[in-house]
């Protein structure tokens, strides 16, 4: 997804050997988060909130690999993260957001972040059943990817960077 929607999403950087990875760290902005190209439900996410940390999870993904999940109720095999990495900038919030579009419909769903976790776990928890200034700007951002992306059905997780909007992924069909 970074690749094709890049400009929607914060920056992102693949890479399929380690030391491109480990001189990449030199200049990381912290935390870091680290992606695997399969799950869902924030499995085989990981904030990497230092560059020992970090290091060590590059050796480990360039090495014997690490468990990567399709996530909860997928009957495709577990199979190792190995030979890549994803890494992308971390968005410091206190909410993540949910917009499901549904042909010409949409609902907003917000998940309260906790101050002792920074993690970006998103999902259909809390609606949002009234507008304010935010929702509107949060959906004419949503509006436009979804233009984009050309689908009359799916889900965006976002969150607000500043006074921009960023998308973190989409589930597509």
Known sequence: QFRRWAHWMPETSRFTALEPALAFLADAPWPLVSKADVGASSVNVR???GRAEAEN?????FGEGIPAHHGAGSKAPNTPQKGYALLQRFIPHRITWRVNAIGNARA???RYCYADRPVA???NVEPVMKLTDQHRSLLE???KV???IGTKWCAR???QDGAAWKMLETSLA
């Open 141 to 143: 951002f949503a509006n």
């Open 57 to 61: 999870h590059l050796r480990l993904l």
């Open 121 to 123: 776990q998103t999902g």
């Open 146 to 148: 979804f233009a984009d």
């Open 47 to 49: 904030i990497l909130a």
């Open 157 to 159: 997780d976002i969150l």
């Open 108 to 110: 907003i769903f917000m």
